[in-house]
């Protein structure tokens, strides 16, 4: 089996190389429409550039998995701007898209965590519809739509969890049926736990992102490796592998935040299930040091016995 690893954003060991530029609201309309329109061109001109320089650090670093980050377009959903993001920069969309297809790259979005579709406020619903679909032209001016994914988490339960799910089943299917199809669902560390999203997932038909962390954090009455047939279930219409996250609590009294890197300790357990399981996987690496953490947990991961490194960031076991 192939075990894949992957990371979010921002290549820490490229010099200045932040996708994620932005212009605050406040600070637009404090600028006459000549100074907005540079700044949001030249904040969205520089992260597109910098995926760019990612995605070829990527390649030459042996990452297959890469998690895209959202702000790529600085103030593109805010109601009193959403501006025309697409055609000015077309020809660096394309350029991503097409080093993503030659690299045979997986890529994905993360939306924040308001971008749900369990709220009663209409809203919030219509906000994040519109999110959804910002993330879904980018993959679709990138020509990767038909195959990257867009991962969001259920929601809030708001005091009932079962009217909650009732909602998204509701508010998500006034989504585009092609923005459906790319989306994932994962779950999270307070409210859904994995048993319930994916029951979720079942029901709609989408693939479940297992996260091993927030699963700890909120492990519900299942066993993750108890888990596993069906959780793999979820990914075979898309005849892609099976997603996971993977993060290390930065302390015992702050377990929920992130940590800078993996801990193998704390990861071995989730790697043994999967080896036991075996079916490869893709996993993401969410820790604070982003790439640096992913080539690290890989060459450590490296060192243990039964675990060959085949690649910077692919293990075969």
């Known amino acids: 089996m192939i075990l894949r690893f992957g990371y979010v954003s921002t290549a820490l060991s490229l010099w200045e190389a932040s996708p994620s530029r932005t ?18 061109y030249a904040a969205t001109e520089q992260n597109l550039r910098n995926t760019i320089r990612a995605l070829h650090y990527n390649i030459a670093h042996g990452f297959h998995l890469y998690r895209m980050s959202s702000s790529l377009v600085p103030l593109a959903t805010h109601p009193e701007v959403r501006w025309d993001y697409l055609t000015p920069f077309g020809h660096l969309f394309k350029e991503i898209g097409d080093l993503i297809k030659n690299s045979a790259m997986r890529v994905s979005f993360h939306p924040s965590q308001f971008t749900l579709f369990t709220s009663p406020k209409e809203p919030v619903t219509e906000n994040s519809i519109t999110d959804m679909i910002y993330h879904y032209n980018m993959l679709r001016a990138m020509e990767v739509h038909g195959d990257a994914t867009i991962n969001i988490h259920i929601g809030g339960a708001y005091g009932d969890k079962e009217a909650a799910i009732s909602r998204f089943d509701h508010n998500f299917n006034k989504l585009n ?6 989306t994932t669902l994962e779950n999270d560390d307070k409210t859904y736990t994995a048993e319930e999203t994916l029951q979720v997932c079942e029901q709609h038909s989408l693939p479940f992102v297992f996260d091993y962390h927030h699963h700890l954090a909120n492990p519900g009455n299942e066993e993750f490796a108890d888990l596993l047939p069906r959780l793999y279930a979820t990914w075979q219409e898309t ?15 702050v377990f929920r935040a ?37 080539l690290k947990l890989v060459e450590e991961l490296s060192k243990v016995r039964g675990f060959k490194r085949i690649d910077g960031g692919t293990i075969m076991v």
């Open 177 to 182: 049926p092609s923005i459906r199809k790319q």
């Open 239 to 253: 005849n892609k592998t099976p997603k996971f996250h993977l993060s290390s609590p930065r302390s015992a009294t």
């Open 23 to 40: 212009l605050t609201f406040t600070n637009w309309k404090k600028l006459d429409e000549n100074t907005c329109n540079e700044k949001l």
């Open 258 to 294: 992130h940590a800078e890197y993996v801990d193998l300790d704390f990861a071995l357990p989730f790697i043994n299930t999967l080896k036991s399981f075996g079916q490869s996987a893709d996993i993401m690496i969410e820790a604070k040091s982003k790439d640096k953490a992913a």
